[in-house]
């Protein structure tokens, strides 16, 4: 790979030679790891700015026949925006059409005639202004006190729940990563020590007609970037099909409200980048072993 | 301290040196001698005296338990790890055992002294090949030491110890397992290097070698080195 002849038989050598077919699933690992760090951090941004800022009034419907029901439930739509419109805070709220009613029902019931039949509740879409917090709970009985059926959605309480243990899974998974960095690294230590056990003689000999510790080092570095990036590469091939599956079924899912559950650009960057890292983490870690190793020697 | 480290003259020095292994006795006591630049030694004694220790300690494989060796006017207790790799290039080593990497050709084994100290492969083609004409293994160039006799191994083995040439020529036996006629013409080897200015000192039992020769002998019995 470095086109440097080596002075010493690491090529066939029975100690190092399973660093690939321990790097690769260690990859295999840490992909899985990153692309749900990746995949996480994508939801949590849409969520995040989802939530901030706004805020949903559902208004029951009122009982009664169609029509009567209809003018009545506008009635309390007005209401609601009113008591809104006097809210610090508020920047704007305005009630859904019955079409955009319509639309957000149609994922789950289709687009059926029979919608426009059922008494559907109202729903006041409430903009927030950025910078003044607004008391949601007082907001809240305020509201259903005035307007019957009256109710704050609190999809954002529900949401910051879901923000907050999606970050604890998104650190999880760093911390996975992390540690398979450090059980990748730990393999390469013992699998370096044991070829220098093997190779004691020749490293003797190197050592003693002059050669500096980097050109030992230099030999088992190169080596172990060899075999890191092969079993990174194996690694990433066994990675691939399976992100390549989780894409496919987040298509499927397009539209709805894990939209981004794919990989984004970033994250297939990071994945393909893995090999390198991996290759780059044995040789930095074989080349600090012979050194520390080589200290001991007078 | 002044007055030594400044003595160039002198390729090697060593003052009231003492060697022990683990918790034995000392194996050398007192140890005082210098190399003058130049000079050609022998190194005898019976078996067990204590020569390859001597040796080890001037190529540095090994520090002394007491006293101070001076290598190329450097204290060698003062030396920092950094700094050994390049003293070692200055003194060349032909060991009791060869040594030899077994997986490496002859041309390999003889080009690593060149290489270590990030010699071009060109100056390895231009060197090696010639030295080892010199040696009589130019039809071995290719064959790896487990393929070699035992003369053949000490002549690579001499041929690695003195293609760079070295300051210091250290050579521990190695004349042992070839006949008297390959053994002058290694010493004339040695001769050669010692006429182009490099310090010689070879341990050595054969007596035959060290009386034809004329060169000073030191003398290893119970512990201590006399000259003479
Ligand atoms: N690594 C060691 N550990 C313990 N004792 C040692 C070690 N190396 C050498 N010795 C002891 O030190 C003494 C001197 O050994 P050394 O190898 O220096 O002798 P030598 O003169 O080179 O012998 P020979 O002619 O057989 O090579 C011997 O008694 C040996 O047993
Ligand atoms: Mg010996």
């Known amino acids: ?298 | 301290m002044r007055r030594e480290t400044a003595d160039t003259a002198n390729v090697v020095q060593f003052h009231g040196v003492g060697v022990r292994y683990e918790h034995g006795p000392e194996i050398l006591q007192d140890i005082d001698f210098s190399l003058p630049a130049g000079s050609f030694h022998f190194l005898t004694g019976a078996s067990g005296a204590g020569k390859s220790s001597v040796l080890r300690l001037m190529y540095l494989a090994q520090r002394p338990n007491r006293g101070r060796i001076v290598l190329f006017g450097r204290d060698v207790g003062t030396l920092r790890r950094y700094q050994m790799p390049a003293l070692r290039r200055r003194i060349g080593v032909v060991f009791q055992d060869f040594r030899l990497l077994d997986h490496l050709s002859t041309l390999d084994n003889v080009a690593l002294p060149l290489r270590v100290a990030g010699a071009s492969e060109q100056d390895v083609r231009k060197f090696v090949p010639d030295l080892l004409d010199w040696v009589g293994l130019t039809d071995q160039i290719h064959a790896k030491p487990p393929t070699l006799s035992g003369g053949q191994k000490q002549r690579v083995a001499i041929a690695r110890a003195v293609i760079g040439r070295p300051e210091l020529l250290v050579a521990d036996e190695p004349t042992g397992n070839v006949d008297d006629q390959i053994a002058m013409r290694l010493m004339y080897l040695f001769e050669e290097l010692n006429k182009l200015g490099t310090t010689v000192l070879i341990a050595t039992h054969n007596e035959n070698l060290v009386s034809r020769l004329r060169h000073p002998r030191l003398h290893l019995e119970q512990g201590h080195l006399r000259l003479g």
């Open chain 1, 1 to 298: 790979m470095f086109g440097h002849r080596s002075d010493l038989p690491l090529k066939d050598d029975a100690s190092t030679r399973f660093l690939p077919w321990l790097v690769a699933p260690m990859v295999f690992l840490c992909a899985v790891a990153l692309a749900g760090v990746f995949i996480l951090s994508t939801l949590i941004n849409r969520w995040d700015r989802d939530v901030s800022g706004t805020l949903t009034i559902e208004i029951a419907a009122a009982p009664g026949e169609a029509g009567e029901s209809a003018e009545q439930t506008r009635i309390r739509v007005e209401q609601a925006l009113r008591i809104l419109g006097g809210t610090p805070g508020v920047a704007d709220a305005h009630a859904l059409t019955q079409e955009q009613l319509v639309g957000l029902l149609a994922p789950w019931l289709g687009n059926s005639e029979l919608l426009k039949e059922l008494p559907l509740p109202a729903m006041v879409d409430v903009t927030l202004q950025p910078d003044i917090p607004v008391d949601l709970d007082a907001l809240g009985k305020q509201l259903s006190q005035a307007v019957p059926g009256a109710s704050v959605d609190d999809h954002r309480i529900w949401l910051a729940r879901l923000i907050g243990l999606s970050r604890s899974i998104e650190w999880l998974a760093i911390g996975v990563v992390v540690l398979i960095g450090g059980v990748t690294s730990a393999t390469v230590f013992y699998a370096t020590r044991s070829a220098m056990a093997v190779h004691h003689e020749v490293i003797e000999v190197l050592h003693l007609i002059g050669a500096a510790d980097a050109y030992i080092a230099r030999q088992f570095a190169e080596r172990a970037f060899t075999l890191g990036f092969r079993g990174g590469v194996v690694g990433l091939g066994l990675t691939l099909p399976v992100l390549a599956a989780i894409g496919l079924g987040a298509h499927k899912l397009k539209g709805g409200f894990l939209a981004d559950l794919s990989l984004p650009l970033s994250g297939w960057l990071a994945v393909l980048s893995l090999p390198a890292f991996a290759a780059l983490l044995a040789m930095l870690t074989a080349r600090a072993t012979v050194h520390r190793t080589l200290a001991r020697m007078p």
